[in-house]
């Protein structure tokens, strides 16, 4: 995760540069990279901190999880309450020091 941070740090100081690195890392193209990240835009540590905590909206992951169970018990798709402790673990997020 603080490699994440520190690419994309990096990502936005130069774009060219930190494609290159991350792209040697994951077997991939400067190009795939620059194409994946117009995609799918990498957190920064507050956010993903942020995505950690048990809030009830949408802008957590326990929010969300809790949301879509609650969506399936209501249409009869489930009966079972969702216990978002046991697969959500944020320790790792936590542990990271900014």
């Known amino acids: 995760m603080r490699s994440c941070c520190r690419s994309r740090g990096r990502r936005l100081q130069s774009p060219a540069e930190a494609h290159g690195i991350i792209g040697a890392i994951y077997k991939k193209t400067p190009t795939e990279v620059k194409e994946f990240t117009g995609k ?3 957190l ?3 956010e993903n901190r942020t ?3 048990y809030s009830a ?3 957590s992951l326990h ?3 809790r ?3 609650d969506f399936l018990i209501k249409t009869g798709r489930t009966k079972t309450r969702l216990d978002t ?3 959500l673990d944020a320790r790792f997020v936590r542990a990271i020091r900014e």
């Open 63 to 65: 929010g969300v999880a």
């Open 40 to 42: 799918d835009r990498i």
């Open 85 to 87: 402790t046991t697969f």
């Open 51 to 53: 995505l950690f905590t």
């Open 67 to 69: 949301q879509i169970n």
């Open 44 to 46: 920064a540590l507050r």
């Open 57 to 59: 909206g949408l802008e």
